[in-house]
């Protein structure tokens, strides 16, 4: 099996690959979970078949995301599951600690600090800021919560990468601003209204309303 | 402005309409909270720029989405906010009420059924459902939890639409099964697993685990 991984970019070249439409690249964690799936099971290879099934997409769709990042894999062997986990983990800058600082800790933000998937994915929350000064100065677990006002400071002293922003929908862009104005770079946005944010900024929304929303159009057919 | 709204399709054919991209299905809600912010600042037209503004889109993108659903705005003088707004809930069916079913009153599961923006938007949380004894029978958030074993039967009874998971990632695969045999063809997945179901049942993973794994591609960049 060593063999039955190939590739035709050097390390670096993956890593430098920004040509992958941005909804490919917002596929390949859900790649990186099936084939952690499939390793438990003890799979060693698996077939694009196979991983469209798991993922509801076509074989061509598979091969072709897998494209914008290298040569997976030899025609009729599949690929190796192993590799390309950790390739695609690689590709997605998984394999590091991330810094992440929460705004706004009410009872959404404490969820979201108590919510035990984060870190064992590299995801470390070091930081919370609420504007509430009967919250702030207290610890919510574990973690101080500072005035909003310190944000950029915090940033640079923590070498914090991610904002995650559950505040109120009214409160969302001005925050968003700050952590903009801050060198915050990436956004993880749990208030239900879309960010204005500079183009290098990229945000994510968590919002099971949005997802609903797509859903009933497949419902209503 | 009553005549700058312009379509080329009958209603019918919109509504049956089945050949937009998925991708593009799953931004039509985020257009139509775009619109409705617009709407609330007074806003009677916006440009396909504004909206690619608001929507880190080029305006080509979002001329070409909107285009698989009709013919919305005249050029040079873009788009009436509330007709098209109106025109997007419609094809995206939320004009109505939907309910929906939880599995997993657990931490999670609890929250969900707190969460208030569901009602607003017309998803009405009509029954729970737990394998705990301890907590089948009970009442969460005015919310009768009952066993697991009686979901096909509910979901008849209720109108149920979409089902909601929210247990651990083992037992995730085996809920999504019940749900898809009990006639449900929408799920929202809080469990951080890709479920298999048919072809015909959506699944909206809400996971903010891999919201941020495709946001370091871009950070390590």
């Given at each position: 099996m060593a063999n039955s991984y190939t590739t035709d970019r050097s390390d670096d070249e993956i890593r430098s690959n920004?040509?992958?439409p941005e909804v490919v690249v917002h596929r390949l964690p859900l790649y990186v979970r099936v084939l952690a799936q499939l390793d438990v099971t003890g799979a060693e290879m698996v077939s694009s078949e196979q991983l469209g099934t798991q993922l509801q997409m076509t074989p061509a769709q598979i091969r072709k995301d897998l494209s914008y990042f290298g040569r997976f894999g030899k025609q009729g062997r599949g690929y190796n599951v192993k590799r390309l986990s950790q390739e695609l983990r690689s590709i997605l800058g998984l394999n590091r600690q991330w810094n992440a600082g929460l705004v706004g800790v009410g009872r959404l933000g404490r969820a979201i600090i108590a919510y035990p998937g984060f870190r064992p994915e590299g995801?470390?929350?070091v930081a919370a800021f609420d504007e509430d000064p009967s919250v702030v100065g207290s610890s919510v677990g574990g973690i101080d919560v500072r005035p909003i006002a310190q944000i950029k400071e915090t940033v640079a002293e923590l070498g914090i990468h991610i904002g995650i922003v559950a505040v109120p929908a009214p409160n969302a862009q001005s925050v968003c601003d700050a952590l903009v104005e801050s060198g915050i770079k990436a956004i993880l946005n749990y208030a239900p209204v879309a960010p204005q944010v500079p183009l290098e900024v990229k945000v994510r929304g968590v919002d099971p309303v949005l997802a609903l929303q797509s859903m009933t159009y497949f419902l209503k057919s």
């Open positions: 920004t040509d992958a995801f470390h929350m």
